[in-house]
T-cell receptor, first 113, second 115 residues
Framework: DTAVSQTPKYLVTQMGNDKSIKCEQN?????MYWYKQDSKKFLKIMFS???????INETVPNRFSPKSPDKAHLNLHINSLELGDSAVYFC????????????FGQGTRLTVV | AQSVTQLGSHVSVSEGALVLLRCNYS??????LFWYVQYPNQGLQLLLK??????LVKGINGFEAEFKKSETSFHLTKPSAHMSDAAEYFC?????????????FGQGTTLQVKP
């Protein structure tokens, strides 16, 4: 029944490792997003895909690479993890690009040690 | 460029009291405005949105917000706070003209409800 689901919910890893976070939505939406929430709870968009095409790439280090195999999935791969990457990562989706009512997943809490 | 400022990072009210969470925006074009709520260890849930229709918007859980263009504000209110309203609240803005779906969030306001 979950509309936007992310896995894993918690991720603890060492510096320098490579990790992926998966996101799936069953709402039939065309647009998906990744947002980052820092330790002060500030939310900022990282990426947006519409029908598998990248439409937003905010000033994110190229260690972060999103991949959208189909419009229901948007995964986030992070290379060479750094301490500063520790945050909560939220996946979201919306029906279309112009409709910005976004539905959010539960978040993935990434801790880099 | 668009931006959102939420006045007061922490608001504390008594159960049954009025809730007022403040949000001011900056936008060179008519914006879409949103309020989201985040419960502990949860994702964000949409409370209400303004998309250029009625300026007084009613949302879920008894919340409402009024778009005031002259004051560039979109404050969130609820007449009577309930313990279950304790959460983090985010105001957000987007631009229908830029049309990327990008939400720009405020810093968030933590609402504490005292019994």
């Amino acid at each position: 029944d979950t509309a936007v689901s992310q896995t894993p919910k918690y991720l603890v890893t060492q510096m320098g490792n490579d990790k992926s976070i998966k996101c799936e939505q069953n709402l039939g939406h065309d647009t998906m997003y990744w947002y980052k929430q820092d330790s002060k709870k500030f939310l900022k968009i990282m990426f947006s895909y519409n029908n598998k095409e990248l439409i937003i790439n905010e000033t994110v280090p190229n260690r972060f690479s999103p991949k959208s195999p189909d419009k229901a999935h948007l995964n986030l791969h992070i290379n060479s993890l750094e301490l500063g990457d520790s945050a909560v990562y939220f996946c979201a989706s919306s029906q279309e690009v112009g409709n910005t009512e976004a539905f959010f997943g539960q978040g993935t809490r990434l801790t880099v040690v | 460029a668009q931006s959102v400022t939420q006045l007061g990072s922490h608001v504390s009210v008594s159960e049954g009291a009025l809730v007022l969470l403040r949000c001011n925006y900056s936008s060179s074009v008519p914006p879409y405005l949103f309020w989201y709520v985040q419960y502990p260890n949860q994702g964000l849930q949409l409370l209400l949105k303004y998309t250029s229709a009625a300026t007084l918007v009613k949302g879920i859980n008894g919340f409402e917000a009024e778009f005031k263009k002259s004051e560039t504000s979109f404050h969130l209110t609820k007449p009577s706070a309930h313990m279950s309203d304790a959460a983090e609240y985010f105001c957000a803005v987007s631009s229908p003209r830029i049309n990327t779906g990008k939400l720009i969030f405020g810093q968030g306001t933590t609402l504490q409800v005292k019994p």
